[in-house]
């Protein structure tokens, strides 16, 4: 059964920005894809750990050398690139926090980003191994103006980041979604929240 993989980085659930697109983003994505499950990694809920000097060890290891140290401490990553390799779809729902990725996703990242894995080196050129068909990403922001041409587009080591990065794994086909101004009074987030609402209906209906 084909899977949708959705991870939530935002450390609030209720009243998280990036959740609630993310959820319109589903919600998208299950009625454009008839079977598409979803299956979901809380980044919050569940922290991802660091990666540990005998975890970087076991990365560099060949399989023929692996020991049972460094087979323990590459299992959980071995378990999240399993999970991201076998979907076919990915949802990243995340915040902005100083300009960049969240440290929960970013523990994530640093999982999943592994030689001969997720990507090959050939001594000349990189190439991405991850099977994913599709990317989406719901990116929420305290301030505005991080789109083209806006007052902090060139601060946003946000979205251009995960989007390079998930290019740079293989997944062809990356669509960026975002609200911006989420720290603004009510009347100015609900007016972004109705502007991606827009942009998803435009991306949906273009996709039909
Ligand atoms: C520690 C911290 C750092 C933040 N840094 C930024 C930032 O650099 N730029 C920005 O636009 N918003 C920043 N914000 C605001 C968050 O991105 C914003 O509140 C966002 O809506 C949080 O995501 P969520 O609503 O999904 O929880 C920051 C918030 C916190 C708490």
Redesign the pocket.
């Known amino acids: 059964m084909p899977y949708a993989l959705r991870i939530d980085a935002?450390?609030?659930h209720q009243?998280?920005?990036?959740?609630k697109l993310a959820d319109r983003l589903e919600a998208r994505i299950i009625e454009s894809c008839a079977g598409l499950t979803v299956r979901r990694r809380d980044l919050a809920a569940e922290p991802i750990p660091h990666i540990l000097d005998k975890t970087i060890a076991g990365f560099y290891t060949p399989p023929s050398q692996m020991t049972e140290t460094l087979r323990e401490a590459t299992a959980f990553s071995d378990t999240l690139i399993a999970e991201l390799k076998g979907a076919d779809t990915l949802i990243v729902?995340t915040?902005?926090?100083?300009?960049t990725v969240p440290s929960a996703l970013k523990a994530w990242i640093d999982q999943i980003v592994r030689v001969n894995e997720t990507f090959s080196f050939d001594g000349e050129a990189f190439t991405g191994l991850v099977p994913v068909r599709r990317a989406y990403l719901a990116c929420?922001?305290?301030?505005a103006g991080?789109g083209e041409g806006g007052a902090?587009a060139s601060?946003n080591f946000l979205e251009p980041y995960l989007v390079s990065l998930l290019r740079f794994l293989g997944i062809k086909e990356v669509r960026a979604f975002r609200?911006?101004g989420?720290?603004a009074d009510e009347t100015t987030i609900a007016e972004a929240h109705e502007m991606a609402e827009r942009q998803l209906d435009a991306a949906f209906r273009a996709a039909a």
């Not at 915040?95 to 300009?99: E, G, P, V």
């Not at 929420?140 to 301030?143: F, M, P, S, W």
Request: charged share 10%; no cysteine.
């Open positions: 935002s450390s609030r009243s998280s920005h990036s959740r729902s915040h902005m926090y100083n300009f929420a922001y305290g301030a991080y902090f601060m609200v911006e989420t720290t």
